[in-house]
C-alpha cells in the first residue's frame, strides 16, 4: 500500500516537468509505465510525495534522427516490437524486446527507456542499449543534456540523472546485424546474463548485461571460441550477485552467453 | 529407427473404468464421462471475476491493520516505545506484546507436539520479551486505511539486543549452537523413527551399498490469495471472523479459548479461498490479533497478508543422510535415511509436523522388509514452517526414487525394472509397514501405464542419438506413494468429518458439511453425490460449508479426506433420508418401501412405473400431513452423519506397527529433460504420468489437482526456493524472487488413470489432493541426474536450479 499522500502531475509541457521535477526534488518520482515504480512504491521501496507522469509531453515516437534512431521515453516493449522502423533499421531492440517477462499486460506499458532508468543490473534494456551505443537525452531546468549511456550509467539502480531532469528520449545507432542471447532461470527469471552481439561493419562488439553492476561493452577482435572466452573472462571482474544467482555463476556463463550471440549474429536468429 | 509417439493435444484423457461398490439402486454411476459431469459451481463467477473473497468483505466503518515484524533473527527486547505512533491523527489502536498478554491467552497449537512425543513451548500473538525469526510479529497498528496503519509502523521504536542467531540444522545440532528454547537445552524438537526388522545388519552384509545426500531446500506454498482476516464484534460481544482458513471449526473453538468468549458467541466464517495447500492452516497469531485489534478499535478491521509476508511461511527444508544395500539384481536388502528437518522457529502453526510423514511415508510402494529412518526436527532462527501440500511425503518419494535410479546405475539395470524388482506385489495387500496399514496398489500395472504414455523406449532412443550429438538429454522416473486421510487423536486433525442433508417442502436439497474447499471444487463433487442418492438434479443441491454458525462441527481441508470424509458422511445422511422418504411413499402410495427407485426427480415404483410421486411432491407431502397421515410416522427430513472409521489402526499392534492414514493413492510419473550443459539451465521436454486414487468421483477436478500437483513439483525441484541472508532475513520477497513455474514453462502433461478402489472407503475413493507433488520431484531429479550421467557426476540438491546443476559439472558432482 503506498503509505504517503500522493500529488499526481500531469504537465504536458517539458520545461513545467522540469519545474516540477526541481521544486519537489527528492520526494518526487517520474512516472512513464509504472511497472517498476508502481510495485516498489506499494511495498514501501520508493517514498515520495509526487509523480510526474510524462504520458502528456508526446513521447512515445520511433523517428530516424540522421544517421540514428530515437525512440521516445514513453515508447513501450509492444511499441518496439511492433515498429517497422525498428525491424529494419535496429533489429536487436524488438528482438529484446519479444523476450521480455511478463506477457501483454507488462509489455503494453512498460518502456525501454523507463527499464534504462531503472538501472537494475538483472534487466535486458541496460546491455542492450549499451550496445548500441545509445545516447541519453534528458531535459532539465536549463534545458536538454546528452550523456552517452556508458556515463548515464553509474552503477547498480544509480544513474546520472540530475535535480529537475528526465529523460526524454535515447537515441540508437542503426545496426543492422546483431545477435542476442539471454540466460535465465524460469519464465518467471529476470536475466542472469544476457548478451549482445553487434557487428556496426567497424568492430565487433559483445556487451554484457545483469553480468556486472553495469553493463560491459567487449570489443571482440578475434571470434574464435578461445579468444571470445579470453576476452570476456578479463572484462568479467566483479560479477553481480543477487537472490537468483551468485556471482561466480555469472561469471562461469558469461562466456557462453558471448559466443551464443555472437554465433546468433552470424546464422541468424532461430526460429 | 524408432518413432516417437505424438503426444496427446487435449488435456483430458478419457478415464478407465471403475469399480464402484454399493451403487444405490438406479442411481447412475458414481461418476459420468463425455462431458456429463456437473459444471463447477460458481465456475462463472470465478472466471468473470465476481467471486467473493476475504479482501472483498468490507462491513461499514472497517478500519485496518498492519503489523511491526521483528528485523532480527534473535533477539531480547528490552522496550517498545509506541508513544509517537499513538499519538497519530488517523491511528486508532497500537498494540504491542506487553500489552496483549493480559487480553489474549498463550496460543492453541494446531497441532500439540507432545501428542507425538516432541518439546513444546507457549507462544503469545505478538512477541513479548525475545523474537526468533525475522518478520516475527511484534506489534500493531490500526488505521482508518492501510496506508496510514503501515506508515504509523514506523513510529514505533523496538529497543531489541541481538543475539546469535543459528539458520543452518545441522550448525543448530551443534553442542554450542545458540539456543532457541532454553528450557529444551538443545535445538532438536524430537525424533521420529520408523524401522522394522535389522537395516544395520542387512546393509552391513549387503553385496552392494550405496551412500548419498539429498538437500532440499526451504520451499513455499505461494497461493495466489494470500491470508486474511476480517472481525468484528457485535455490541452483545459476538464475534465473526471472515478469515481465508482451511479450519474454520478449529479456529473458533481456539479463538475461544484465546479470547475468553464463548464458543457460541464467535462465527467463523471460511471466505472462498484462493489456494490452501497448508499455508491456511490455522495456528497464526493474527487470527486472534485482528480479532483484538477489533475489539480494542470497537469496530470492523481487516488485515491481509502482503506477499513478502506471505513468504516468511517456510518448508521443506531437509537433508537426507542414506545408505542402502542391494544384491547383484538391485533388490534392495536393507535402507536407513537419517532425515533432518529445518523447521525455522516453532510456532504454533503445524508445519514442523510434516517431519513425520517425511519419515512414516517409507519405504513407500517398496517391499523393503529392513529399514530404518530417523525424522528429525530441528529449530532454526527462520520464519517457521505451515503445511504445505505434500507434507512431507514428497521426501520420501525423493529419497527413495533417488535410491533406485543410484541402484539402476551401480547395477547397470534400467531404472524402470529395479523398481519392479522392488514394488509391494498386488497379491500382497493390505500390506503392513511401521507406521502404514496400505490398502490396494497396482504399482508394477501404473509404472508400465506411465512408461507407456510415455513412450519410454522411444525416449530413451532420442537420449541415445542426442548424446551421440553431445546434447544432454535426460529421462527420469518418479514413483509417489502418498498416505492421505490423516487421523491425529488429541488434536483437531482428524480421519472423520459430519454432513447434514436437509430436505425442503420444495425438493430442494441443503447440504452442510464440516468440510471446506480451498478451491478445488469438492462442493460440487459433494452436490452430485447427494444429488445421484435421490435422483435429482445436482442444481437442486446447495452445499454449504465454512461457516460455523450454518454447519454441523468439522475439521475443514487437509490430507485430501474433504472428499472421503465430508462426502461419505453426505452420502450416508441422505441414504438415511431415502430410507425415511420411501417409507413415507410406500404409505402414501400402498406399496413396499423396497421397492422405490428415486430417479429423474421422481420417486417410482419398481414393480409399477405409473405408481410415483415426484421427489418435490413427496417432501412436501411429509412436511404437510406428517405425523397426521397414517404410516407417516417420520416427518424429520434432516439427519446429521459422520462416515464410518476406515482403516485406522492408533492402537500398536503385537509388532508395534500402527497406521494413523486409512488411504495409499499413488502416481508414476516419467519427465525428459534436456540440461544445457555450459550454463545449468534445465528445460523440461516431456512429461506423462498415471495416478491411482480409487475411485473417483469427478474425473475433471482430480485430473485438475494432479496437473497443479505436477506443476507445483516441477517449481519445487528446478526453481523454488527461499534463500535466507547472512543477516538471517529471507531473501525472497516477491515472485521475481521466488520463482514458481509459468505457463510457458511446462509442456503438455499427459496424463492417465488407474482405478484400483480402496477395500475400506464408503465409495472406494483414496485421497486425490497431494499425488504429484513427490513424484513430480523425484521424476525431475532423476531425470537432471540422467542427463549428468554421461557427464559422470551427480546433483544432490533440490531445487535444481541453474547455478546448482552448473556447480554440480564444475565440480564433479561434489556439491
Known sequence: MIRTRLRYHRPDRPDDAAALLAEHHGRVAVLAGGSQLLPRMNRGETDVDHVVDLRGLGLRGIERTGGRVRLGAMVTYEDAIASPLLADAVPLLPRVARGVTGGRQLTGHATLVGALCHAFPGTDMPGALSALGATVELHGPSGPRSVPVSEFLLGAQEIDRRAGEFVAAVTVDGVARSGYCKVKHATGSWPIATASAVDDGDALTVTLGAVQARPLRIVIPDPTRAAVDDAVAAAVTAPWTDVLAPGDYRARIAPVVARRALTELREGARA | ?815
Open chain 2, 1 to 815: 529407427m524408432t518413432t516417437t509417439p505424438t503426444p496427446p493435444h487435449s488435456l483430458r484423457t478419457a478415464p478407465e473404468p471403475d469399480t464402484v461398490p454399493d451403487p444405490p439402486p438406479g442411481a447412475p454411476a458414481l461418476h459420468e464421462t463425455d462431458g456429463h459431469q456437473p459444471l463447477r459451481r460458481d465456475g462463472d463467477l470465478l472466471l468473470t471475476g465476481r467471486a467473493q473473497f476475504v479482501d472483498d468483505i468490507a462491513p461499514r466503518g472497517l478500519l485496518h491493520a498492519a503489523i511491526l515484524r521483528s528485523p532480527h533473527p534473535h533477539a531480547v527486547i528490552r522496550g517498545v516505545d509506541a508513544s509517537r505512533a499513538r499519538a497519530r491523527e488517523e491511528v486508532e489502536v497500537v498494540l504491542t506484546g506487553a500489552d496483549a498478554v493480559d487480553l489474549a491467552t498463550p496460543l492453541p497449537h494446531f497441532f500439540e507436539p507432545s501428542i507425538v512425543g516432541c518439546r513444546t513451548t507457549e507462544f503469545r500473538c505478538l512477541a513479548v520479551d525475545r523474537v526468533r525469526w525475522v518478520g516475527e510479529p511484534v506489534a500493531a497498528v490500526v488505521a482508518s486505511s492501510l496506508a496510514e496503519a503501515e506508515a504509523a509502523l514506523a513510529d514505533i521504536v523496538v529497543d531489541y539486543e541481538p543475539l546469535p542467531a543459528v539458520l543452518d540444522a545441522d550448525e543448530a545440532l551443534r553442542d554450542d549452537a545458540p539456543v532457541l528454547f532454553e528450557e529444551w537445552g538443545d535445538n532438536r524438537l524430537g525424533l521420529f523413527p520408523f524401522a522394522e526388522g535389522d537395516a544395520a545388519g542387512k546393509i552391513a552384509a549387503a553385496p552392494h551399498v550405496v551412500r548419498d545426500e539429498l538437500r532440499v531446500g526451504r520451499q513455499h506454498v505461494a497461493p495466489m490469495e494470500t491470508r486474511g482476516y476480517v472481525a468484528q464484534w457485535e455490541p452483545g460481544g459476538r464475534l465473526t471472523l471472515w478469515a481465508s482458513t482451511q479450519n474454520p471449526h478449529p479456529l473458533r473453538t481456539n479463538l475461544a479459548t484465546t479470547l475468553g468468549v464463548p464458543e457460541d458467541r464467535v462465527r467463523v466464517v471460511a471466505t472462498r479461498m484462493g489456494g490452501g495447500f497448508g499455508h491456511k492452516f490455522n495456528g497464526y497469531g493474527e487470527e486472534p490479533l485482528v480479532c483484538l485489534l477489533s475489539r480494542l478499535a470497537d469496530a470492523p478491521v481487516k488485515w491481509i497478508e502482503t506477499r513478502k509476508d506471505c513468504l516468511l511461511v517456510g518448508a521443506r527444508e531437509f537433508t537426507h543422510r542414506f545408505e542402502v544395500g542391494f544384491d547383484d539384481d538391485g533388490v534392495v536388502l536393507g535402507l536407513a535415511d537419517r532425515i533432518v528437518g529445518n523447521i525455522g522457529c516453532l510456532a504454533p502453526w503445524g508445519g514442523w509436523s510434516m517431519t513425520f510423514p517425511a519419515g512414516m511415508t517409507f519405504p513407500g510402494p517398496y517391499r523393503i522388509a529392513d529399514y530404518a529412518i530417523e525424522s528429525v526436527p530441528v529449530v532454526t532462527n527462520k520464519a517457521p514452517w505451515n503445511g504445505f501440500r505434500g507434507y512431507g511425503k514428497e521426501q520420501a518419494a525423493m529419497a527413495l526414487e533417488r535410491i533406485m535410479d543410484l541402484i539402476a546405475e551401480h547395477r547397470g539395470i534400467d531404472p524402470a525394472e529395479v523398481r519392479r524388482r522392488n514394488f509391494i506385489p498386488p497379491e500382497a495387500f493390505p500390506f503392513w509397514t511401521a507406521a502404514k496399514h496400505l490398502d490396494s496398489g497396482e504399482y508394477a500395472a501404473a509404472l508400465d501405464k506411465a512408461l507407456a504414455l510415455a513412450g519410454y523406449d522411444a525416449l530413451r532412443a532420442r537420449q541415445e542419438a542426442a548424446r551421440a550429438q553431445g546434447r544432454h538429454l535426460g529421462v527420469g522416473i518418479g514413483f509417489e506413494l502418498t498416505p492421505e486421510g490423516g487421523d491425529f487423536a488429541g488434536s483437531f486433525v482428524r480421519g472423520f468429518d459430519t454432513s447434514t442433508v436437509r430436505v425442503h417442502p420444495s425438493g430442494a436439497v441443503s447440504v452442510l458439511t464440516g468440510v471446506t474447499s480451498p478451491g478445488t471444487g469438492n462442493e460440487t463433487s459433494i452436490a452430485h453425490l447427494v444429488a445421484r442418492e435421490f435422483g435429482i438434479a445436482v442444481e437442486a443441491v446447495g452445499v454449504t460449508q465454512g461457516d460455523t454458525d450454518a454447519c454441523p462441527y468439522g475439521f475443514g481441508n487437509f490430507t485430501s479426506r474433504s472428499l472421503a470424509t465430508g462426502g461419505a458422511a453426505a452420502v450416508l445422511a441422505a441414504r438415511e433420508l431415502r430410507e425415511r422418504m420411501a417409507d413415507a411413499a410406500s404409505a402414501l402410495l400402498d406399496a413396499d418401501a423396497a421397492a422405490f427407485d428415486f430417479r429423474d426427480g421422481a420417486v417410482v415404483s419398481r414393480t409399477d412405473p405409473e405408481t410415483s410421486l415426484t421427489f418435490a411432491e413427496l417432501a412436501e407431502t411429509i412436511y404437510r400431513r406428517g405425523l397426521a397421515a397414517p404410516g407417516l410416522d417420520q416427518p424429520l427430513l434432516e439427519v446429521t452423519r459422520i462416515d464410518l472409521p476406515h482403516n485406522f489402526h492408533h492402537v500398536p499392534d503385537e509388532q508395534g506397527r500402527f497406521s494413523a492414514y486409512p488411504s495409499f493413492p499413488y502416481s508414476a510419473h516419467v519427465a525428459l529433460v534436456e540440461v544445457d550443459a555450459e550454463t545449468g539451465v534445465v528445460e523440461l521436454l516431456e512429461y506423462s504420468a498415471i495416478d491411482d486414487c480409487g475411485v473417483v468421483v469427478s474425473p475433471t477436478f482430480v485430473a485438475g489437482q494432479l496437473y497443479g500437483a505436477i506443476a507445483q513439483g516441477i517449481g519445487g525441484a528446478l526453481w523454488e526456493e527461499v534463500p535466507y541472508g547472512e543477516d538471517g532475513a529471507p531473501e525472497a520477497e516477491t515472485f521475481k524472487h521466488y520463482l514458481t513455474p509459468r505457463a510457458p514453462d511446462l509442456p503438455t502433461i499427459r496424463l492417465q488413470h488407474q482405478h484400483t478402489p480402496s477395500p475400506f472407503t464408503l465409495l472406494g475413493t483414496k485421497g486425490a489432493g497431494e499425488s504429484g507433488v513427490g513424484g513430480a520431484m523425484a521424476a525431475l531429479l532423476n531425470a537432471v541426474n540422467d542427463g549428468l550421467r554421461p557427464l559422470g557426476v551427480h546433483a544432490h540438491r533440490v531445487p535444481l536450479t541453474p547455478p546448482v546443476v552448473l556447480d554440480a559439472i564444475v565440480s564433479g558432482g561434489a556439491s
